[in-house]
């Protein structure tokens, strides 16, 4: 939502000024369909040319994501650390052995299914039960997860972060498409030199257009939607450490409570919940 109104108030003030300051509206609209065919394919061409296609897949799904809320919400996190905190106790209580089924099957375990927004996402379901199998195992000491864990949280970031750079290429190559649409326009000029001032200084100014729309479509369009993007791989990762830190904690044989205030404090302040609402949550459920 706020990724349309950015661009509506961009588009605004640009040709709002440029009308008042008594801008021919007219050869913009002229030129805007072979510019932007000129800009677009050559763009979209060497995008494509530039990322195998499970980047470009990966960037299409971000793209849509953009437009979208987030996610990543203090109930959610609230939600995950209950989680968290239920079955570090059941492990706690009743032995690590206890939680072997929740974590070889936790679609039809009561504890997942506790908590659907969390425990249905098949990222932290795999996540969490991935390394719940390690503990249970009773191979590897916390170092040795957590080494582990900062592993595939960098893997996971590095591979969500592909789509950001993909965007941010396309951002980087619109302004030289532009010029690109841009002396194609002065070449046919050029081309036309025996017309008449008035017919000259509207080609020159449709080819000057190529230019603008390239610079306008970089700093007004493309890289805020990196931005954005990146954003959101930025609290997706959040998530896998709010989860890593609880389970290292209770590693560390801190109790479930004391785990579970761990994942709170590594979490965004806007959307942490405090240590009152947190324990409540977790007392209600």
């Known amino acids: 939502m706020f990724v349309i109104i950015?661009?509506?108030?961009?588009?605004?003030?640009?040709?709002?000024?440029f009308i008042?300051?008594?801008g021919n509206i007219g050869v913009v609209l002229h030129a805007?369909?072979?510019?932007?065919?000129?800009i677009f394919g050559a763009a979209i061409g060497g995008m494509l040319a530039t990322n195998p296609p499970k980047v470009m897949k990966a960037t299409m799904k971000g793209l849509g994501e953009c437009f979208k809320g987030s996610k990543y919400t203090k109930a959610r996190y609230m939600d995950l650390l209950a989680l968290l905190y239920d079955i570090l106790q059941k492990a706690r209580k009743e032995g690590l052995m206890s939680i072997e089924k929740d974590?070889?099957?936790?679609?039809?375990s009561a504890?997942?299914?506790?908590?659907p927004t969390v425990g249905n996402d098949h990222h932290v379901a795999e996540f969490i039960t991935d390394?719940?199998?390690?503990?249970v195992s009773g191979n590897l000491n916390a170092h040795e997860i957590e080494s582990l864990m900062d592993a595939e949280i960098d893997t996971h970031h590095h591979e969500a972060f592909l789509a950001v750079q993909a965007i941010q290429r396309l951002a980087g190559g619109l302004p030289a498409f532009g010029i690109v649409a841009a002396v194609l326009g002065v070449v046919n000029t050029m081309g036309s030199v025996g017309q008449p001032p008035a017919v000259l200084g509207g080609m020159i100014g449709s080819a000057l257009v190529g230019t603008f729309l390239g610079?306008?479509?970089a700093y007004a369009f493309a890289e805020p939607l990196a931005g954005a993007l990146e954003a959101k791989v930025d609290e997706a990762g959040k998530e896998l450490q709010c989860i890593k830190t609880t389970?290292?904690?209770?590693?560390?044989?801190?109790?479930?409570?004391?785990?579970?205030?761990?994942g709170r404090k590594v979490l965004y302040s806007t959307e942490r919940p405090t240590f009152a609402e947190l324990e409540g949550h977790v007392k209600k459920k």
């Open 6 to 17: 950015g661009w509506v108030l961009a588009l605004a003030c640009i040709f709002g000024v």
């Open 20 to 22: 008042a300051h008594g």
């Open 32 to 38: 805007l369909p072979f510019e932007m065919t000129t």
């Open 103 to 108: 974590v070889e099957d936790p679609h039809s």
């Open 111 to 115: 504890l997942f299914q506790k908590y």
């Open 131 to 135: 390394y719940l199998r390690m503990m």
């Open 215 to 217: 610079i306008l479509l």
């Open 247 to 262: 389970l290292l904690a209770s590693m560390q044989g801190y109790a479930p409570q004391v785990a579970i205030e761990f």
